[in-house]
């Protein structure tokens, strides 16, 4: 799943590619906004690299879709 991270005073978002679905990207970011561990937001991408953002940074998150897209033209002949 992608997710796009906007942080403010930057041009550019962060892209995410997780393994996590919407659901658990939400919650993540609810417990980060609720607690006091340090004030970050962090995921983990699909290679095991870790990408944290001060929560009082975060501009806002683009959550993308659970399930996948078929890739192809999709039609029958």
Do not use: Y
């Not at 001060?54 to 192809?72: K, M, N, Q, Y």
Request: glycine fraction near 12%; charged fraction near 30%; charge should be negative.
């Amino acid at each position: 799943m992608e997710v796009k991270i906007g942080v403010r005073s930057v041009h550019r978002e962060i892209i995410v590619e997780t393994d996590l679905t919407a659901d658990q990207v939400e919650e993540e970011v609810r417990q980060a906004l609720a607690s006091d561990r340090g004030g970050v937001f962090a995921l983990t991408d699909v290679k095991g690299r870790r990408v944290v953002v001060p929560v009082a940074s975060l501009g806002f998150l683009e959550i993308g879709e659970d399930e996948a897209r078929p890739v192809g033209f999709g039609g029958t002949l």
